[in-house]
């Protein structure tokens, strides 16, 4: 796969590269050039203070204890 470098630098990434690192417009990827000239290029995660408000509120509360009673009933014993 070919991308062709623009006289300003720039290079589109081809739109399969892009569905398969799931980048939207406006994303960030990390560059990383190799020792023998190869290039990686990563896509920046997300901080995670941007996921708030994704998922909506508990119908409930629960308390510590609630908490902690459903921990050890999903707990292993190793």
């Known amino acids: 796969m070919q991308a062709i470098l623009s006289s ?3 290079i589109t990434l081809p739109e399969s590269v ?5 980048l939207q417009p406006g994303d960030a990827v990390e560059i990383i050039v190799g020792e023998q000239c190869e290039i990686k290029l990563l896509p920046v995660t997300s901080s995670i203070t941007k996921l708030k408000g994704m998922l909506s509120a508990p119908p409930k509360s629960l308390t510590l204890s609630e908490i902690e009673d459903a921990i050890s009933k ?3 014993d190793l």
């Open 8 to 10: 300003t630098g720039q």
């Open 18 to 22: 892009r569905q398969q690192l799931r």
């Open 74 to 76: 999903g707990a292993v």
